[in-house]
């Protein structure tokens, strides 16, 4: 069994509120989730406006596919338009 986690450091660009950030976040998480069956949450940057910290994690019973889901959650994240992906970390458990 192999556990990955991909760590995503979000600078987002129009959000000029609190709630303004959870649409966008809440937004992307929802996505994430529904497309790739992963877990996935907001670790970090809390009250921060303009940033937040995602962590999305995968199990699998082969290294090369929970790399693979996860390359494809960070393809994902980097298409969104109302945020830049401005640090992307791949760690295996």
Request: hydrophobic fraction near 45%.
């Amino acid at each position: 069994m192999f556990v990955a986690v991909l760590t995503l450091e979000l600078r987002l660009h129009q959000a000029d509120s609190l709630k303004e950030k959870r649409m966008v976040v809440n937004s992307m998480l929802d996505r994430i989730r529904a497309r790739f069956n992963v877990s996935a949450a907001q670790i970090d940057d809390h009250d921060l406006w303009g940033s937040a910290t995602l962590g999305v994690a995968v199990i699998s019973n082969d290294q090369r596919t929970a790399h693979t889901v996860l390359n494809h959650v960070r393809d994902l994240a980097e298409s969104e338009t109302r945020c830049d992906v401005a640090q992307c970390r791949i760690e295996n458990l």
